[in-house]
């Protein structure tokens, strides 16, 4: 796997390789955000999907970063996280779930099987990104692939589950939003008050446990 850098304006760069995106890329990742943290001149680190982003401070050598970054990415292996397992009930179908039956649709599959399917792996989180708490997660079947929706939705309640593409995640919050819905949680996935406030973190391994199915 190649690493390609780039600059992001004037005070930070990016990281990136090319899809799709792996689990080991993904540690690979992780291991690199917890080295380079601690590098002078550092003010923050952000790992992506296939990506992270260092944001340096302004008297920084930005030239002499890059080709430590560089480095780093080459010399990195794979960080395996200690993430915790996280059961997620959730109510699928119904006002729930009002994509199920268009998922079932274009994966010809039943929507029962969507479920058993959705319901089946243990995801892992590669990231947190889109809303604060959002977890984009590894695992999801491939079969279970289906397009974001032509026309996102302008709320989407908070809670719901969804896929986009080849993931699957949670709303935290209501907000627009263009995943197929399958169902939803009353997990709560973010809260300011809590230590830490986001329910999941990158490593976490997640499993959804179907509360309710209406198809």
């Not at 992506?48 to 982003?53: A, D, H, I, K, P």
């Not at 692939?145 to 032509?150: D, E, F, M």
Request: with cysteine; hydrophobic share 40%; net charge negative.
């Amino acid at each position: 796997m190649q690493c390609t850098i780039h600059r992001l304006g004037e005070l930070a760069l990016l990281c990136e390789v090319p899809p799709p995106a792996t689990l080991n890329c993904q540690q690979r990742i992780w291991a690199m955000a917890s080295r380079v943290s601690n590098w002078p001149d550092v003010v923050d680190v952000v790992p992506g999907m296939n990506n992270l982003t260092l944001v340096f401070g302004p008297l920084a050598d930005a030239q002499r970063l890059e080709t430590q970054l560089r480095a780093a990415w080459e010399e990195s292996e794979a960080l395996v996280a200690d993430g915790k397992l996280v059961d997620i009930e959730v109510a699928y179908g119904g006002d729930e779930g009002p994509d199920l039956r268009e998922v079932a649709k274009h994966t010809g599959l039943t929507p029962a099987e969507v479920v058993r399917r959705h319901t089946a792996p243990e995801y892992i989180v590669y990231f947190l990104g889109f809303q604060p708490g959002f977890a984009y997660m590894g695992g999801l079947d491939k079969s279970l692939a289906t397009p974001r929706r032509a026309e996102p939705r302008m709320a989407v309640p908070a809670g719901s589950v969804g896929i986009g593409g080849e993931q699957t995640g949670i709303y935290p919050a209501a907000s627009p939003g263009g995943w197929q819905l399958l169902g939803r949680t009353d997990a709560a996935l973010f809260m300011p008050q809590r230590n830490p406030p986001a329910l999941l973190s990158p490593g976490d391994r997640v499993r959804f446990v179907a509360s309710k199915v209406r198809v």
